[in-house]
């Protein structure tokens, strides 16, 4: 937890990346990897038919709630709780161990968070902007919470073999069938953009700060961000001139 504080933000700085030349380099590793193994893949898959790819999806999403639940506890939020808990069991009854979703046909959606939100709830700065070899754009905050949340989850108290033989390659598979879904975003942003790291960065801190606001504002916090520029054009470009 210490790590999210210990690089600050210059005064007035849309985002903190001081390590941005280290950054740029696993960013191009990044778009190797997505340009020669990631994307061929992906798009193979996005060809199968929905009816094979679904339940991968879905049987990845249900084995996440747990942890989820978890966060919500950790963020006193009850709605995190009690829908992902209810989902929980819908999908893993009536859904046949969570391979199919009817929770949602019910109106059940689910209540997405981490422990990143987690320690935003806490008070815990963003830190600074990290890119990381495969699983891409973060920050010191939310890359804590990736380990965290590994921890955090009570399959791997309960049942560790169910941790490591189905979730970790459930949550693989579901990532690359999302990539093969939503290729032309991907692709507008890594291989359309002017400056793909760039574009990157932006768009994942505003969508995290999006996010951790709610966050916070759902917990009867202040969600501001101390690193916003309260002036600032959110959709701005930050190497326009």
Same mark, same amino acid.
């Given at each position: 937890? =210490? @790590?999210t504080a210990c690089t600050q933000a210059p005064p007035g700085a849309a985002f903190n990346d001081p390590h941005e030349a280290r950054n740029r380099r696993v960013h191009d590793f990044n778009v190797s990897f997505d340009r020669k193994v990631l994307r061929p893949v992906a798009m193979t898959i =996005?060809?199968?038919?929905?009816a094979l790819t679904d339940p991968?999806? =879905? $049987?990845?999403?249900n084995l996440a709630l747990p942890g989820m639940v978890v966060n919500g506890v950790l963020q006193g939020n009850a709605?995190?709780?009690?829908t992902n808990t209810v989902r929980f069991v819908l999908n893993s009854t009536l859904g046949i161990g969570g391979l199919f979703d009817p929770a949602s046909a019910v109106g059940l959606n689910e209540r997405t968070t981490d422990f990143g939100e987690t320690l935003a709830?806490?008070? $815990?700065?963003e830190g600074a902007y990290s890119e990381t070899p495969i699983l891409g754009p973060s920050t010191q905050r939310d890359s804590v919470g990736t380990v965290v949340?590994?921890? @955090? &989850?009570? $399959?791997?108290f309960t049942r560790p073999a169910l941790?490591?033989?189905l979730q970790l390659p459930s949550s693989a598979a579901a990532l690359v069938i999302q990539r093969g879904r939503f290729s032309e975003t991907f692709d507008s942003v890594l291989y359309d953009s002017a400056d793909s790291y760039a574009q990157t960065r932006l768009m994942y801190l505003q969508n995290r700060r999006f996010t951790a606001g709610n966050a916070t504002s759902a917990s009867g916090q202040d969600a501001a961000d101390?690193?916003? &520029?309260p002036y600032a054009d959110p959709y701005a470009d930050p190497y326009a001139n």
């Open positions: 937890m =210490a @790590l =996005a060809k199968a038919p929905p991968v999806v =879905a $049987f990845s999403h709605g995190i709780v009690v709830v806490w008070g $815990f700065p949340d590994l921890l @955090l &989850d009570p $399959f791997n941790s490591w033989r101390p690193y916003a &520029d």
